[in-house]
């Protein structure tokens, strides 16, 4: 993060930190570079270092700098998606032979780039429940390089205490990765709190709309950074110039978006935890939530994602899912519009039959922005 923005809020942050005004026109917006190659000055003469857009654009650039200034970085990295900065993060920092520690509640696409991609080029992996210090560390061997955190985690809203396991990974003398998608850097900062590596899918909260599909690394390190840029530029999975744009565009709104999503998921696990076919309700705002004081003490709310279970089992699952009418049936979330799935069936079918599989009653809520009592309304007809 510059100097320049070290000192602002996080909402002042959101909307300038990497969006200088165009010094041709002063248009208060950076442009978008929509452009493959610069013209070079002479040989070797870059203008501003830009040669060729697969290694650095000026779209690109605004949006790491903000990244970077959102979690507290020195250097964030913008990617094609999700799924192609975790696999350039793995790609930079392991070899054959190392081994991995993953939660055992993850995204099914994390975990299906360990189990059918990773694994078959000689990393192997343990699952442990990152809830419990005990087991993260029991997890460790002599061959670990890495530990993977999600918290909240997906679908089962599960909460890590970031600073604990950082402390075991540093004991360890390995590295601690942290996908902060669910929470987003407003709601946690996991590099404050010890995390190496922040992972994002940018296409939920921080693109904000279901108009984008990208991803983000962030670390705290300035070495660690340029061995993530000169793998992302071998690699070459980046962000696109309007991609870029489109995300820098989401994450100005994304403190009040938060805010909002967090208000409104409040007030259905009221309604949830009161409805007579909710057998379950899985939220960290919850005082039973077994992980709600580590989540109150490291994020500012709860953010805007609930899973809740249903008597009736699968089937009765399934049967909410295609009941709602306001909440659209769909993978992804984070958007301003509410989503609802069955993880089982969609978001989380690779997991089905390993230790990461998902309960088959398990309903999954993406609240967004509506009003809340329209949301409500269409919950309560969707249960029945």
Known sequence: MSDQHSHQNFETRAIHAGNTADPLTGAVVPPIYQVSTYKQDGVGGLRGGYEYSRSANPTRTALEENLAALEGGRRGLAFASGLAAEDCLLRTLLAPGDHVVIPNDAYGGTFRLFAKV?????VDFSVANTSDIDSVRDAVNDRTKLIWVETPSNPLLGITDIEAVAGVARQAGVKLVVDNTFASPY???P????ADVVVHSLTKYMGGHSDVVGGA????????????AYHQNAMGAVAG????WIVLRGIKTLAVRMDRHSENATK?????TQHPKVTQVLYPGLPEHPGHEVAAKQMRSFGGMISFRVEGGEEAAVEVCNRAQLFTLGESLGGVESLIEH???????????SALEVPADLVRLSVGIENVEDLLADLRQALG
């Open 118 to 122: 990773v694994e078959r080029w000689g």
């Open 268 to 272: 259905i696990v009221e309604m949830l």
């Open 343 to 353: 993880p089982g069936r969609m978001t989380h079918a690779s997991v089905a039959g």
């Open 191 to 194: 590099l404050a709190l010890g």
């Open 241 to 244: 110039p309007f991609d870029s």
């Open 217 to 228: 690394l962030v670390t705290a390190d300035e070495a660690l950074g340029e061995e993530l």
């Open 187 to 189: 709601l946690q900062q």
